[in-house]
């Protein structure tokens, strides 16, 4: 079936850094691939939607300039958090459409900021 | 974007049928019913999804009553293993951006 490998699983960083979360489409080809974050105890919220080759589609309200998102190819698709502070603190998810689903998710990345 | 509406949580004995609800009576006609399960710290899982017909697969029965606004998740023989949060999500599209919305979902507990 359709497998997304999303890394790291988890990171630590400290505040004011930057990280680097990859989502990557393992045996299909995935145009759009989708971002979400979630805080415990709660659904999942869709921060942006990431085409390849061309510019995100961002929520209401989610900041793009501290979300970079880049869908360089078919494959995969990369989150940067900017200037990382303790609320960034999350669950980020990656969804991928394609494969037999439609839509497929990866594991997740646990990021805490400290 | 058609709204879902789901109990916030059930439980149901190990080894009977789970039936789950979902309210979307605000859903389009062109719009597909999609279930999704999320087990604590990973990401969610795809169950099922159907249009208007009727729907089983391997892990569960989909039935979407014939005026489209609700729909129930059958899991026939539950197992421990299947507690987690349970998804009913309407597949918005909206010129070719094809999301899925998350709502609040329901947390099914599975009781030895």
């Known amino acids: 079936g359709a497998v997304v490998s999303q890394h790291p699983s988890w990171v630590i960083c400290k505040s004011g850094t930057s990280v680097k979360i990859e989502c990557r489409s393992l045996?299909?080809?995935?145009?759009?691939m989708f971002w979400y974050r979630q805080f415990p105890k709660q659904s999942l919220m869709l921060m942006a939607t990431?085409?390849?080759?061309?510019?995100?589609?961002?929520e209401q309200g989610v900041e793009k300039d501290k979300f970079l998102i880049n869908h360089a190819s078919l494959t995969l698709s990369t989150l940067t958090v900017t200037s990382a502070h303790p609320e960034d603190s999350s669950f980020y998810i990656c969804?991928?459409?394609?494969?037999?689903?439609?839509?497929?998710f990866g594991s997740g990345t646990r990021l805490t900021v400290v | 974007d058609a709204k879902t509406t789901q109990p916030t949580s059930m439980d149901c004995a190990e080894g009977r049928a789970a039936n789950l609800p979902c309210n979307h009576s605000?859903?389009?006609?062109?719009?597909?019913v999609y279930w999704y399960r999320q087990i604590h710290s990973q990401g969610p899982q795809y169950i099922i999804h159907g249009l208007k017909n009727n729907e089983t697969n391997e892990m569960a029965s989909l039935i979407i009553t014939e005026d489209r606004k609700s729909s129930t998740l059958i899991l026939p023989h539950a197992t421990l293993r299947d507690t987690a949060v349970y998804y009913c999500i309407v597949r918005v599209s909206n010129f070719g951006n094809e999301k899925l919305t998350f709502g609040t979902g329901t947390r099914l507990t599975i009781i030895p």
């Open positions: 969804s991928a459409r394609g494969g037999g689903s439609g839509y497929t």
């Open positions: 990431s085409n390849e080759g061309s510019k995100a589609t961002y």
């Open positions: 045996d299909f080809q995935a145009t759009t």
């Open positions: 605000t859903i389009s006609g062109n719009e597909y």
